[in-house]
């Protein structure tokens, strides 16, 4: 051990959703243990924890034998009884997924056949029944409505998760980047690190941190830019969230209209292929090497994919046009207006996962492991909503792996 490292039982890399929840799970399963975070930014939730659109997913799109599948119903429970203890406000303004063509009905009775299989509360409504739930969406005859889908302020949960975490004795260390691994223990921009096991949460950056440990040897990261318009429209102008039918086949949901958590309705995300992977506005955050390398997959990805890439990158791209999103919501809403919708929300990233060796971006979380360290790889969303059973999951897990076996740092056996 280095001399004048910092000494814990567990160290977390990453101060999002994620890895705040696996910190407090972590320290509610092993009391004793000292359980530390370290987080680059000046506070937790600055990346996608953050800047998400604070949808509470109620879990009915996810194929029955994935982890999203089995996390987001307990997820979508447990998240809003925690906003409502510590009141912060939750908008159970419910979702309407609409058919815009006969075709799509399809889509609606897949969605009901998976919801029916994780008894979510799902109903099956004429057009009519929609438009008494909504009265500006527009449907092909028929819709789901989803009233267990919610809202929140995702940096109110944010805030919150943090203070509870230091609260119940993690140790969080914000403005803490790491830097690589060595044989002294883990360097940081404040020192060595010396931990007994090490949860690698760290988003964007989670493949690089894991390829240190010896893993993501087959993925890594894909980055795409998720922007929102809002509406400047009376508070309560759209009372529930408008969903297209989705393509299962990928991992967006298509351009939907949101309403938040006070009330405002927003339109988007755009999935754009971002250039780099902190790339929210002009240059900054910009890495040569980080852009070389996410070109070249991309470029890989419009030549050979089997999977429609191509058709989907092109897709994403048009929508940088503020027309086009709004051209996209009037499908699904009346009355939408291209003067109604100019401001730009700020920026989220989606550290998307790419495995390189089968050119398909992972649809699931993606967990490697061994008896020193864990690595969260993919964790898109609903991550989450699914956040809370998601680090029960994990810290299981861990503990599996570390049953019997005595650490070198204490409180670990």
Known sequence: ????????????????????????ELKSKFTDSRVTVIEKESDCGRHASGRNSGVLHAGFYYSPDSLKAKFTRLGNTLLTQYCETREIPVNKCGKLVVARRREDH?????????????????????AGEAKGIEPRV?????????????????TKVMEAMQRDAQAEGVDVRCGVRYISRTRQGLRTSSGFYQAGYVVNSAGLYADT?????????NYRILPFKGLYLYSNEPIG?????????????NPFLGVHVTVTADGRAKIGPTAIPALWREQYAGPANFRLSEFRDIIRRQVGLLLSSDWEFRRLAIEEVQKYSRRRLVALASALVEGVKDEQYRTWGPPGI????????????????VIQSDDRSMHILNAVSPAFTCAMPFATHVCDRINARLHGQQSTVSGLA
Not at 139 to 152: D, G, K, L, M, Y
């Open 138 to 154: 527009k449907t092909f005859e028929r819709a789901i409505f989803s009233p267990t889908t919610s809202t929140v302020d995702p």
């Open 350 to 365: 989606r550290a998307q996962l790419l495995n390189v060796k089968s050119r398909r971006l992972e649809m699931d979380f």
């Open 237 to 249: 102008a759209i009372r529930t969230n408008i969903y297209p039918v989705p393509d299962l086949r």
């Open 1 to 24: 051990m280095k001399s004048g490292a910092y000494t814990t039982d567990f160290l977390v890399i990453g101060g999002g959703i994620i890895g705040l929840s696996v910190a407090r």
């Open 106 to 126: 399809a889509g609606l009775d897949e969605l009901l056949k998976r919801g029916e299989a994780y008894g979510i509360p799902m109903h099956d409504v004429t």
């Open 209 to 217: 941190i894991a390829r240190d440990f010896g893993f993501s040897e």
